[in-house]
């Protein structure tokens, strides 16, 4: 008699994921992965890890460096990819800005600079497909992006014009000078992606988990005191337990109270949140209602 195996929602996920991975892989001749060292650029790579295994992740991984990081992230990306015996490819925002390709913004912050170098590395590497950790649930602009997201000539993102993915049926078709972006972890939410860190025992940079550090207070958020963001003359500053939801530019992001050391208790308190990571703790995100579909559309992640 046969019986019925009842997939956990963990393992239809992972099973999503891992079918997404490798058919980029089997159609286009040059992917690449965007890899920063935060968690879900982590979780991507774990699973083209498994989707692989036992044999190497056959394609790069590109990292579009501001030099706005925490050192502790960029320790822990190289960490990563000698351990897994992957191929890192650097795009620097700071050559850009020594050039005079790139300007520093008034406000100090770099994030939106990153999106002419990552188009030039992908065009400088040839790179077709270009997989990234996205996830619908972490803002609007990305919830009505497609699994596979065709890329225009100039990199850019078109909403209006998105093809149907049905039945699971992913269209990769494009002109030569256009890519896609490919989207393993749409489905995901950051609850199922602790969820899996948790199951999977993934290691990630020490800043996820709770530890003291010194902040000040700006617009509702936990600043860290640092290189690139400097409290200023009305900002006292303080000592206390904080975590990143997520490790973009010490320039732009901020940290949360929160006393969760371990996996486990990352697990129960983002049970408990009512507002994604994003909108928590990413003030690029809070210039306009639509700051990060404008992004997207010049070519953004």
Same mark, same amino acid.
């Given at each position: @008699?046969?019986?019925?195996?009842?997939?956990?929602?963990?393992?239809?996920?992972?099973?999503?994921?891992?079918?997404?991975?490798?058919?980029?892989?089997?159609?286009?001749?040059k992917p690449?992965?965007?890899?920063?060292?935060?968690?879900?650029?982590?979780?991507?790579? &774990?699973?083209?890890?498994?989707?692989? +295994?036992?044999?190497?992740? #056959?394609?790069?991984?590109?990292?579009?460096?501001?030099? &706005?990081?925490?050192?502790?992230?960029?320790?822990?990306?190289?960490?990563?990819?000698?351990?897994?015996?992957?191929?890192?490819?650097? +795009?620097?925002?700071?050559?850009?800005?020594?050039?005079?390709?790139?300007?520093?913004?008034?406000?100090?912050?770099?994030?939106?600079?990153?999106?002419? #170098?990552?188009?030039?590395?992908?065009?400088?590497?040839?790179?077709?497909? =270009?997989?990234?950790?996205?996830?619908?649930?972490?803002?609007?602009?990305?919830?009505?992006?497609?699994?596979?997201?065709?890329?225009?000539?100039?990199?850019?993102?078109?909403?209006?014009?998105?093809? #149907?993915?049905?039945?699971?049926? $992913?269209?990769?078709?494009?002109?030569?000078?256009?890519?896609?972006?490919?989207?393993?972890?749409?489905?995901?939410?950051?609850?199922?992606?602790?969820? $899996?860190?948790?199951?999977?025992?993934?290691?990630? #940079?020490?800043? $996820?988990y709770a530890?003291?550090?010194?902040?000040?207070?700006?617009?509702? @958020?936990?600043?860290?005191?640092?290189e690139f963001?400097?409290?200023?003359?009305?900002?006292?500053?303080?000592?206390?337990?904080?975590?990143?939801?997520?490790?973009?530019?010490?320039?732009?992001?901020?940290?949360?109270?929160?006393?969760?050391?371990?996996? +486990?208790?990352? =697990? +129960?308190? =983002?049970?408990?949140?009512?507002?994604?990571?994003?909108?928590?703790?990413?003030?690029?995100?809070?210039?306009?209602?639509?700051? @990060?579909?404008?992004?997207?559309?010049?070519?953004?992640?």
């Open positions: @008699m046969s019986t019925i195996t009842s997939l956990s929602t963990l393992d239809l996920l992972e099973a999503e994921a891992i079918h997404i991975i490798r058919e980029v892989v089997a159609e286009f001749e690449v992965l965007l890899f920063s060292g935060g968690k879900d650029s982590v979780v991507v790579l &774990h699973l083209a890890a498994k989707a692989f +295994a036992p044999g190497k992740v #056959p394609f790069p991984v590109l990292h579009v460096d501001t030099g &706005h990081n925490f050192p502790e992230v960029i320790a822990f990306r190289d960490e990563t990819v000698e351990r897994l015996g992957i191929r890192l490819e650097v +795009a620097s925002v700071q050559d850009y800005i020594d050039d005079g390709r790139l300007a520093e913004r008034p406000d100090g912050t770099r994030n939106t600079l990153q999106t002419q #170098p990552l188009l030039d590395a992908i065009a400088a590497g040839k790179h077709d497909a =270009v997989f990234g950790g996205a996830r619908r649930d972490e803002d609007k602009a990305r919830a009505k992006e497609r699994i596979i997201s065709l890329r225009d000539e100039f990199g850019q993102w078109d909403p209006r014009n998105q093809r #149907p993915e049905l039945w699971s049926l $992913y269209n990769g078709r494009h002109l030569p000078g256009q890519h896609v972006r490919a989207f393993p972890i749409s489905n995901w939410t950051e609850l199922d992606i602790w969820q $899996y860190i948790a199951r999977e025992d993934i290691a990630l #940079p020490p800043l $996820y530890h003291e550090r010194e902040v000040f207070r700006r617009d509702g @958020m936990w600043w860290s005191v640092g963001s400097l409290p200023r003359d009305h900002e006292p500053t303080e000592r206390r337990v904080v975590r990143y939801r997520t490790v973009g530019d010490s320039s732009c992001t901020g940290a949360v109270e929160s006393d969760a050391a371990d996996t +486990a208790s990352v =697990v +129960a308190e =983002v049970a408990r949140s009512t507002l994604t990571e994003r909108g928590a703790t990413r003030a690029d995100d809070r210039i306009s209602e639509a700051a @990060m579909e404008d992004r997207k559309k010049d070519g953004y992640f």
